[in-house]
């Protein structure tokens, strides 16, 4: 089992100084890799419903740091651990340029990037940035991977597809990881799945969230249409990541579990939270990425020391 970790992208442990205290501890404590989210701009009014909140209401505000550019930042000033876009809204992004710039942060962080990818929620958000067309973003998205992968692996290159196309060009260098840089596929959804089954390196669903649960009992009906659907293509299931995203401290996580009389995952004593690990591994999770970020740097410092308790234990196990 290996471990992760959401970074900060706003607030006041997004600083400099702050971002390298935790990665940097993070290093040292044994977590093998950190997320970062995605958003550019955020308009004033926003009528979308947010996918993760059981009220559908979106909890962030105008601040987040340019996700690309926080990795490359983050590439600097670590050795070990591996950086994850979680998730990079795709068809948001020039897909030739958005290739150019993924390569080039793998070569410089020596192999280090995971693409995590998802197709975006926020219609004002698209729009403002003038993206593709909203309600064909699954299929850009698909368009934008296929044309990743092939500046990623060819020489030349052209395409000529639905959404974007483009003569033969060079775009060099390549990605130091071969065949090309790991894409976890972001959410649960059927057409996750799909993704994930067609061309995805690694499944990456966000766990125990009170809008979309994913209790073990899911989680297990969705790996095994997951692995059904992969196999259909002609690939090896055991070949796909599983990284489960796992929140710390939620009030409506506990307040869900509390209906059914359950203890939320993760929770609980240093015993009780790596047997829920051990849990979790039994049912093809490799990866478990929490969520230990706070508006204070001790606390997440704090949050993130508990946890590397759990990792020196798993470890020994």
């Known amino acids: 089992m290996r471990f992760g970790f959401y970074l900060p992208t706003r607030g006041k442990t997004c600083t400099p100084a702050a971002l390298t ?41 105008g601040e987040a740091m340019e ?9 600097a000033k670590t050795t070990t651990l591996r950086l994850v876009t979680s998730v990079l809204i795709v068809p948001q992004r020039n897909p030739v340029a958005t290739a150019k710039v993924l390569s080039t942060i793998d070569v410089l962080s020596g192999g280090r990037l995971t693409l995590g ?10 729009e403002v940035l003038d993206s593709q067309d909203f309600d064909r973003r699954g299929a850009v998205t698909d368009e ?3 044309i990743f992968k092939m500046l990623w692996t060819g020489e030349p290159v052209s395409f000529a597809g639905q959404f974007y196309r483009f003569d ?14 790991p ?16 061309y995805g390196d690694g499944w990456h669903p966000v766990g125990a969230n009170p809008a979309v649960p994913l209790p073990p009992d899911e989680l297990i009906r969705s790996r095994d249409d997951l692995f059904r659907q992969t ?48 849990r979790y591994a039994k049912l093809g999770v490799s990866e478990l990425i929490f969520d230990f970020r706070s508006e204070n740097l001790a606390e997440s410092l704090e949050r993130m020391e508990r946890f590397s308790a ?8």
Not at 26 to 53: I, R, W
Not at 246 to 267: H, M, N, R, T, W
Request: aromatic share 10%; glycine share 8%.
């Open 231 to 278: 196999e259909a293509n002609g690939r090896d299931p055991k070949k796909i990541t599983i990284s489960y995203k796992v929140p710390v401290s939620d009030p409506a996580l506990v307040a869900f579990y509390a209906k059914s009389g359950e203890k939320p995952p993760f929770s609980g004593t240093l015993e009780e939270i790596v047997e829920d690990t051990a």
């Open 67 to 75: 996700q690309l550019s926080t990795i490359a930042f983050l590439a």
């Open 183 to 198: 894409i976890w596929i972001g959410g649960s959804t059927k057409a996750a799945l799909r993704r994930t089954a067609s």
């Open 310 to 317: 759990v990792i020196r234990q798993t470890s020994a196990m």
């Open 21 to 61: 205290t935790i990665v940097q501890h993070a290093e040292k404590s044994g977590f093998s890799s950190t997320m970062v989210g995605d958003h550019l701009v955020f308009p004033v009014t926003v009528n979308s419903t947010y996918p993760y909140t059981a009220s559908g209401v979106f909890p962030g505000g």
């Open 168 to 181: 033969p060009v060079r775009c060099l260098p390549k990605p130091v990881q071969a065949p090309h840089i």
């Open 144 to 146: 934008y991977v296929k």
């Open 117 to 126: 990818i998802g197709v975006g929620w926020m219609r004002e958000e698209f």
